[in-house]
């Protein structure tokens, strides 16, 4: 089965990151698709790039992500704490939240990487039987430019003007 190409935007929001950390997010999403090609993905521009897949229309069903970061990609499970992890390879001390460090493609090469993967997959929610599940998909929310904020010395002159205002 082919897997469909990330999405441009996605891309995009790699590139200040170095190639070595690109190829391994790419890898990360790749090696998700490949055991889950019928997930939709919702990229969100963060303090990181975040990539959650889920079988449904809410990112909030997310059974996997990916996080993207300087030095490495955090493969993630948002229900890693109930996953079999005979190995040890979920980090993390949340009540929920687990991960896997990638900092080198070897890392995703490891059997027990994509069990983990396969054994969030079996826990993953689902569209239900009434509901026609959606063809898989990408949204891909970047960040909002912040509202300009005034300069010190204009909101200085601002709140003068009020206090000299006759009421």
């Not at 993905?41 to 963060?46: A, Q």
């Not at 896997?100 to 396969?118: H, N, P």
Request: glycine letters at 4%; charged letters at 30%; a positive charge.
């Amino acid at each position: 089965m082919r897997l469909r190409p990330p999405d441009p935007e996605y891309l995009k929001l790699l590139l200040p990151y170095g190639e070595v950390i690109q190829k391994l997010a790419l890898a990360a999403r790749k090696l998700i698709l490949a055991e889950a090609p019928e997930a939709s993905e919702f990229v969100y521009e963060l303090y990181t790039i975040a990539n959650h897949f889920a079988f449904t229309e809410r990112p909030s069903d997310a059974f996997v992500f990916t996080t993207t970061h300087a030095n490495w990609v955090n493969l993630g499970f948002n229900f890693g704490s109930q996953l079999p992890d005979p190995d040890g390879l979920l980090r993390g001390t949340g009540k929920w939240i687990r991960h896997v460090r990638i900092a080198q493609a070897s890392d995703l090469k490891a059997r027990r990487v994509r069990e983990l993967v396969r054994a969030a997959m079996v826990q993953a929610e689902r569209p239900s039987p009434e509901d026609k599940a959606a063809p898989p998909h990408t949204v891909v929310r970047t960040a909002q430019p912040a509202r300009k904020r005034s300069l010190p010395r204009e909101r200085r002159a601002l709140a003068g003007d009020r206090r000299n205002r006759p009421t």
